[in-house]
């Protein structure tokens, strides 16, 4: 059973450009959700997709978008960065069944913009 | 709104001590609610969850609906128990609020 992987592990990037991170999730699972770890904060929610579809979305703007695909590996977009997007970017991917799900967390990517 | 509130950013204990990690959060339905821990190095994961009622490495927690409260508790703490500790909240949204976390420090 793989776990939950994530790429690429840093990356820099600058103002006002565009920026694609991926997460390959763990086996059997069919859902993923994305999370934003400022330094010194826990993760923030950014939205969460099922079968390919959106079913959760946290407080961020429309320039943070997101797909799932067929194999539920998943991307995390986000357009026009800016200084503040700086944070380590966390994937999460569940079997969503019956019940409460466990989450099973990637390393993260940590992502610098200057 | 959900919010998760830790008001302990760091926790010192000795050794064998007892040890308590405060979570507090707001939420107008019925949450769901979880303790995830990361350890040095480590990705974070589940440490336990209130609906499965259960103890894991020793740690429990209850839910208090009337103090809004989960807190994260362990009689005797061991060296091993130190670690960033997060408490979550998940609403009807599927939406997961997770606290600023406290780093326990275990001393031998």
């Known amino acids: 059973e793989t776990g939950v992987t994530q790429s690429p592990t840093h990356l820099i990037k600058t103002r006002g450009q565009q920026v694609t991170l991926r997460c390959s999730s763990q086996?059997?699972?069919?859902?993923v959700s994305w999370y934003q770890q400022a330094l010194g904060q826990g993760p923030q929610f950014i939205f969460q997709y099922y079968r390919e579809e959106e079913n959760g979305r946290g407080n961020f703007p429309p320039r943070f978008s997101g797909l799932q695909f067929p194999n539920y590996s998943s991307e995390l977009n986000v357009n026009a960065l800016e200084l503040d997007d700086s944070a380590l970017y966390l994937c999460?991917?569940?079997?969503?069944?019956?019940?409460?799900?466990?989450?099973?967390f990637g390393s993260g990517t940590q992502l610098s913009v200057l | 709104a959900q919010r998760v509130t830790q008001p302990e950013k760091l926790l010192s204990v000795f050794k064998g001590a007892p040890v308590e990690l405060k979570c507090n959060y707001s939420?107008?339905?019925?949450?769901?609610l979880f303790w995830y821990v990361q350890y040095s190095r480590q990705r974070l994961q589940l440490l336990l969850r209130?609906?499965s009622r259960e103890s894991i490495k020793g740690f429990t927690a209850d839910l208090n609906k009337g103090e809004t409260s989960f807190h994260l508790k362990k009689p005797f703490a061991q060296e091993e128990d130190s670690a960033m500790y997060y408490c979550?909240?998940?609403?009807?949204?599927?939406?997961?609020?997770f606290g600023k976390g406290t780093l326990l420090t275990v001393n031998p």
């Open positions: 999460a991917s569940s079997y969503s069944g019956t019940g409460v799900e466990k989450l099973f």
């Open positions: 086996s059997g699972h069919n859902t």
């Open positions: 209130h609906i």
């Open positions: 939420y107008s339905g019925s949450p769901e």
């Open positions: 979550a909240l998940r609403g009807s949204n599927y939406k997961l609020t």
